[in-house]
């Protein structure tokens, strides 16, 4: 009489409250990922936003120094000082000018040069570096020919640049 016979103690949990409780967590799990996956695109849009801001107030000082947007000059004439790590004796890609014309330190005429030490060149530099277009993971720009900056297919660049109107945005290339 003292003891149960029947009854046995369960020491876990049952199937169904097993089931009850994956049910709980996935129904939680399909309410908050989808809010973390979608604060990537408004993130990306705030840093590009930083980003052509930034390229745009270098492009302003560097025409406040000079008197015209970057990459304006003729491509043959833009010597660069021979007494910097660079022995280029001149650029040929507008692109690669507009990049140097901010990277670089420049004088009045917008030749450029790498070396500080030089005092020939007092401008500049005007970005430590190009940022990098997060849609297409690209830091390169590429010289449009019209307002809507999309630049040739050939280039397939991050950002667009319009020498004419010293305009720059994403590149309708990689949006």
Not at 122 to 139: A, E, M, R, S, T
């Amino acid at each position: 009489m003292s003891a149960t016979r029947g009854t046995a103690l369960s020491s876990g949990f049952t199937l169904i409250e097993l089931l009850i409780v994956v049910v709980i967590l996935s129904t939680l799990a399909a309410i908050v990922v989808p809010s973390f996956v979608g604060t990537r695109k408004p993130t990306n849009d705030a840093v590009h936003a930083a980003s052509i801001n930034g390229v745009r107030d270098a492009i302003e000082r560097y025409v406040l120094d000079h008197g015209e947007y970057p990459s304006q000059v003729e491509l043959a004439n833009i010597p660069l000082c021979t007494d910097g790590s660079l022995l280029l004796s001149s650029i040929n890609n507008k692109a690669l000018v507009f990049a140097n014309q901010l990277l670089m330190y420049s004088n009045q005429s917008g030749e450029i040069c790498d070396d500080r030490k030089n005092n020939a060149y007092p401008f500049g530099p005007y970005l430590k570096n190009l940022p990098v277009n997060l849609h297409c993971d690209n830091q390169g720009v590429g010289i449009a020919y019209d307002e809507t900056l999309n630049v040739p297919e050939r280039e397939n660049r991050g950002w667009g640049y319009l020498p004419l109107t010293g305009e720059f945005a994403l590149s309708g290339n990689c949006v």
